[in-house]
């Protein structure tokens, strides 16, 4: 039986280094708790594989298994050169147009008209992730002047970004369509929303998902970061994707960013994954940077729900190490007393209702009676994502029904679940709840547990009742 001794919850993206049963399954038992099937890159085939896969291993392991998918969402790119690629000098004149033409030193496609309308005279371009900046000098029907800020050489097809604009462009292109329709058909667990600016973009995807899946929006825009709190308002999880965002946003700015995102996030009961970049030495290197593993640490002490690997476990020749690695970094983090004194000092807001009411409770009795563990018996997961945004130092064991609920919740911090039988009597849910406790390594004789549940059972957001039990 496999145990996570961590509270926080590991997301690899699987690819041509980890996309087969037998590294698939290597990953799981190291750490793995929630796989990234990433839609920018492979067939819808490669990915129902790697579905049926994270089935098979939900059966050997009788623990649910989470499955993430992210769109490619728009991708904007100049055309291509003549000779592939040109050399840039500082201060050096350059136009961008709709003209379907290769490219020479005087000017290049943009193949993006709606792009060329958000522009004026002093708007920035940046090409190549950064590596290029261009300012706008001047601008007419069919196209932009420009002139090189910095950058040395600018090749094919690169991509551009264009900070401080929101763009008339919709955040699902039609492949994305295609590939939610698909991934819902495999039964992933949650959509990822690649290129989120406003509220109104998620708004867009719930409606193509109508609740068969979770949405995660990622905040990779500046424009998605001023909008936070509509997005998460209307979102079920968020994903800061700190490298296409630290490419809009100066660098200095992307720690604070990070930290204010994570905890509005968390104030708001709903999962946050810290993204890109964590371990990317380990792509070619055996051990990640001194640096890097400060950088996990921090997404932790931040109160994240999880971290990400991305090309580490996708295309990187260690996967494992990279898994192996942030799981212990993970622990290390946790067992610190500065990280319990953190997350104590910083408890949301008590909402205005018996249920949260009573999750608040069972957090500070465990705490107080040194509970082994709090268990909530919940329908839609609610009890337990309230139960998490209050950061316990003991797991949270949740007893469902529902499947998808016990899929869900697998990225939420701190949250173990098991799938069990429907039950109608408070007295049986106590038995059951000691059984599984015991069962799977959670609980012993001896210790005791803080049990939550709604009565009427299967109704949602009805807790209200809080028990302790002792484990005989």
């Excluded at 989470?66 to 500082?90: H, V, W, Y």
């Excluded at 030193?105 to 060329?116: A, D, G, I, N, S």
């Excluded at 009597?425 to 000691?434: L, Q």
């Amino acid at each position: 039986m496999i145990r996570r001794y961590r509270q926080t919850k590991i997301v690899a993206t699987l690819g041509p280094a980890s996309g087969d049963p037998v590294m698939m399954r290597k990953l799981f038992e190291t750490g793995v708790d929630v796989f990234r099937l990433n839609f920018s890159h492979g067939s819808h085939e490669d990915h129902a594989k790697n579905v049926q896969t994270a089935r098979d291993l939900e059966k050997e392991f009788g623990r649910p298994v989470c499955l993430l998918a992210d769109m490619q969402g728009p991708k904007l790119r100049i055309g291509k050169f003549k000779n592939d690629s040109i050399s840039l000098t500082e201060g050096m004149a350059f136009r961008f147009d709709l003209e379907d033409a290769l490219g020479d030193e005087t000017r290049v496609q943009l193949p993006h008209p709606e792009v060329l309308e958000a522009m004026e005279p002093g708007s920035e371009i940046l090409l190549d992730d950064g590596k290029v900046r261009v300012e706008v000098t001047g601008k007419d029907a069919k196209g932009l002047d420009a002139k090189i800020i910095s950058g040395s050489k600018l090749s094919n097809n690169k991509g551009f970004n264009i900070p401080g604009v929101i763009l008339p462009i919709e955040a699902l292109t039609e492949k994305d369509k295609i590939d939610l329709e698909a991934a819902i058909g495999m039964g992933v667990d949650w959509i990822a929303q690649s290129f989120v600016q406003r509220a109104e973009d998620v708004v867009q995807a719930q409606g193509l998902i109508k609740g068969r899946a979770a949405l995660i929006a990622k905040i990779e825009k500046p424009s998605a970061v001023e909008f936070i709190d509509e997005i998460i308002e209307v979102v079920d999880g968020i994903m800061l994707a700190r490298g296409d965002l630290g490419v809009e946003i100066p660098p200095e700015q992307v720690p604070a960013v990070q930290k204010r995102v994570v905890r509005r996030v968390r104030h708001a009961g709903k999962p946050v994954i810290v993204a890109t970049q964590m371990l990317e030495s380990m792509v070619d290197n055996a051990r990640p940077t001194r640096a890097e593993a400060s950088d996990v640490a921090t997404a932790v002490y931040d109160g994240a729900d999880a971290v990400m690997l991305s090309a580490e476990t996708a295309v990187g020749q260690y996967p494992i190490e990279a898994v192996s690695i942030m799981n212990r970094i993970c622990e290390t983090t946790e067992s610190d007393r500065n990280y319990r004194r953190i997350m104590n000092s910083d408890h949301p807001e008590t909402e205005n209702n018996a249920s949260d009411a009573i999750t608040v409770a069972a957090t500070y009795i465990a705490k107080d009676i040194q509970a082994a563990v709090i268990v909530n018996y919940t329908t839609t997961g609610s009890t337990t994502l309230r139960t998490v945004r209050q950061r316990p130092n003991v797991p949270i064991l949740c007893l469902t029904q529902e499947p998808r609920t016990a899929r869900r919740l697998i990225l939420s911090f701190g949250v173990r679940t098991v799938e069990v039988d429907n039950i109608n009597r408070f007295r049986d849910a106590v038995k059951m709840a000691v059984r599984v406790a015991k069962d799977r390594g959670y609980a012993q004789a001896g210790d005791k547990i803080v049990l939550t549940a709604g009565v009427p059972f299967g109704v949602s957001g009805t807790t209200n009742i809080l028990r302790i039990a002792d484990i005989e």
